[in-house]
């Protein structure tokens, strides 16, 4: 763990998609109540390193800490962007991006905000899916990419999303699990804040239009973490979906901006672009 002071608010929002002008803009708009506020950026911020790159630059300007957590749209390979990397290397080359600029990624010491009594542990993940949220009917993760392809909702990750140097995207998750489980365990009980892009648990996708686009959504092997690892809270995006939910007491902030066309329809969001996830006191 490492030790992050002083310590404001911790603030969060995900899938910024800054490549949409009306999104970029929103950018330039968001500030911290405090000089020593926190923000947490939920992946999707863009699809390109410059999109990233440009994001942190500018939100590094006014808050203290940035915490960064890759989405499915950092990992893909678009013809746009100049870096042509693939899979676990653009990953690896996303996370050096933040470094550079003092951001917190999945791959760093997990930093904590010691704003209350009882100090929390604020851990970025990178999980990703493997295809275990499955559409009723389905009972293997074929019968489900079946199932999904004949209703016409199909991932773009299917297209641009490489797992390289796995044999899958399913693989790819199976390793990071493998590798987060520990790193979690050896906290020994501390309070979290667990911070990754897809939702942790099912019951996040039970709101989706379409149920079938759930398989790229998450895995069923993070379903207790909030209970096993004593979480504050679960921040999380992906969805589109902004809204707060409790699931065993605990609470689940899905901190999505969205794509214009979305979030120029919501009519309500109690507390602005960003969510309040921790308050000193």
Known sequence: M?????????WAISDLHVSH?????????????????WLIIAGDVGETVEHLEWTLDELGRYFSTLVWVPGNHELWTTRDDTDRSRGDLRYRRLVEVCRRRGVLTPEDPFPVW????????????????????????????????AAARASGVVCTDEYLLHPEPYASRADWCAARLAETKPRLAELG????????????????????RHPEFAQWCGTEATAEWHREFRAEAVVYGHLHLPRTTVYDGVRF?????????????????????????????
């Open 2 to 10: 490492e030790r992050v002071r002083p310590s404001g608010n911790v």
């Open 21 to 37: 002008k009306e999104n970029s803009e929103l950018v330039l708009r968001l500030r911290p109540e405090h000089e020593d506020d």
């Open 114 to 145: 010691e704003g209350s009594r009882e100090p929390v542990v604020v851990a970025p993940l990178f999980l990703l899916y493997d295809y275990t949220f499955l559409p009723k009917g389905a009972n293997t993760p074929e019968q489900g990419l």
């Open 189 to 208: 009980g501390a309070r979290t804040v667990l911070v990754n892009h897809w939702p942790l648990v099912r019951q996040s996708t039970r709101v989706l």
């Open 253 to 281: 902030e899905e901190v999505s901006v969205g794509y214009p066309h979305e979030w120029q329809r919501q009519t309500f969001r109690p507390q602005g672009w960003m969510r309040r996830i921790l308050t000193p006191g």
